[in-house]
């Protein structure tokens, strides 16, 4: 089969997913023996035919869970921006590694232009940036560069007997801790400050760890602050922890994986208050922007920061052009796949106006939600939403069982969360494409289980 043949029959793979879609917007639900007795997974000593292998492929496309379909509520990602998609599809076809000028031509300035928009909407005048395999990674490039930054000495000399402590609520993503040991610190080296009674970090407790710790000759050096939390869907307060990381010179970051799609509404970027004073922020660009998988960032206020930790003059790669045009060169990474084209292509053709609309309308149905459940005696919300998440009940009924029955019904999918060892749905509202009726649509098919 040539080029042009396979293109078709990819694009007619692409159309009949969409057809599919529409008949069958969630997937049915079939054990791992059953997919893997309808489709053959095992791989062979004499390869597979083109025409076996795009019909094996379409198989696949069509048991796939259907994230940009309107009855997807289950993770913080979904909904889908078409151009974007396409941009994606034309990235795989170009394959430009990110890391020099050279090899990426036009795609670093695309890069430059991206990150220049994401720099001027969280405030930071002059800062920098880069794109990351996974939120997680970013993370832990802004631990190293606290690290760093905090300990001049560290890439000369050995970390032993430096005890380094970090912060982070109990509300936070996960990753904190795992990173801090892959950075041959102990996990107990990050601090786990409660919360309040709206599960925002307490940063009285936070200041009273902090002092205790210096007390104690550990060395605080890190903060990570969150905007939006991940089940509950919380804001920490940014300014107040901003001033005790000034205080007692932390690094300051923030993780607003998910909150940070509210810095394009000029409604909602009040909920990130505080973000511009921050020294790193790291976000998904794959969740309230609806990007397609992956568009992960992190940005710091300082513009040469990245550099600063993170070059290494190699002659065999850095051959031409300004060490501003080489990423590599400020990051972790060398080869590393385009994940700016698809962003550039969202913003460029939704621009300022029409992305605000969309992060406005993911708000206006998650408030549309929790009227529809506060007027239910049947359901109980567990708490005022901030953003976008809805966290309920349904009375007399388990939240897992509702959200199990509802995936093997194929009527909704939609996750679970737990707190204080009760359980609860969480919606979220999360595609933007998104009306009340899909809302309405959602809990027809909640109140329809029978348990
Ligand atoms: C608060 C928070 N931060 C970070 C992440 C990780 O983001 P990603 O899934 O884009 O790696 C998540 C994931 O849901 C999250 O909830």
Not at 132 to 143: F, H, V, Y
Request: aromatic fraction near 10%; include cysteine; hydrophobic fraction near 40%.
């Amino acid at each position: 089969m040539n080029k042009a043949k396979m293109l078709g029959k990819t694009m007619d793979i692409i159309k009949k997913y969409y057809k599919h879609s529409e008949k069958y917007p969630v997937l049915k639900h079939k054990t791992p023996e059953t997919l893997k007795k309808e489709i053959n997974l095992t791989i062979t000593k004499n390869g597979t035919e083109s025409d076996q292998l795009f019909s094996l492929l379409e198989k696949i496309a069509l048991n796939s869970p259907k994230t940009n379909s309107k009855w997807f509520f289950n993770l913080l990602v979904g909904g889908e921006i078409m151009p974007a998609v396409m941009a994606e599809m034309l990235a795989a076809v170009l394959n430009n590694t990110m890391h020099t000028y050279k090899a990426a031509g036009i795609h670093i300035l695309i890069e430059k232009e991206v990150l220049n928009y994401l720099l001027q909407k969280v405030g930071f005048k002059q800062g920098d940036g880069i794109f990351a395999p996974g939120w997680s990674l970013t993370n832990m490039i802004a631990l190293v560069i606290a690290r760093n930054e905090k300990i001049a000495s560290i890439k000369k000399s050995w970390i032993n007997g430096k005890k380094l402590v970090g912060y982070t609520s109990d509300q936070a993503h996960y990753s904190t801790e795992k990173f801090i040991s892959v950075m041959g610190l102990w996990q107990q080296a990050i601090r786990t400050i409660p919360t309040d009674d709206k599960w925002k970090m307490d940063v009285k407790i936070l200041e009273k760890y902090i002092v205790s710790d210096l007390k104690n000759g550990y060395i605080p050096f890190f903060v990570n602050a969150t905007g939006w939390t991940t089940v509950l869907g919380a804001f920490d307060p940014l300014q107040k922890i901003a001033i005790i990381a000034k205080k007692y010179h932390l690094w300051m970051h923030v993780d607003a994986a998910l909150g940070g799609g509210s810095l394009l509404s000029k409604k909602y970027k009040r909920l990130l208050k505080g973000i511009e004073q921050s020294d790193s922020v790291s976000r998904s660009l794959h969740k309230m922007m609806n990007i397609p998988l992956l568009a992960a960032v992190l940005l710091t206020k300082d513009k040469d920061v990245l550099q600063r930790n993170f070059n290494e003059d190699v002659d065999y790669l850095f051959q031409m052009d300004d060490k501003d045009l080489n990423p590599a060169n400020k990051h972790i990474q060398c080869g590393r796949r385009n994940d700016a084209l698809k962003v550039w292509t969202a913003l460029k053709y939704l621009g300022d106006t029409g992305y605000e609309k969309r992060i406005n309308n993911e708000f206006a149905n998650a408030q549309y939600a929790t009227q529809v459940i506060k007027k239910d005696k049947d359901l109980k919300l567990m708490l005022e939403p901030e953003c976008i998440n809805i966290c309920f009940q349904v009375k007399g009924k388990s939240a897992e069982k509702i959200c199990e029955k509802l995936d093997q019904e194929w009527r909704i999918k939609v996750s679970y969360g737990v707190w204080k060892w009760e359980s609860f749905i969480r919606m979220v509202c999360v595609n933007a494409d998104m009306t009340k009726k899909d809302i309405d649509n959602f809990f027809k098919q909640v109140k329809a289980i029978k348990i």
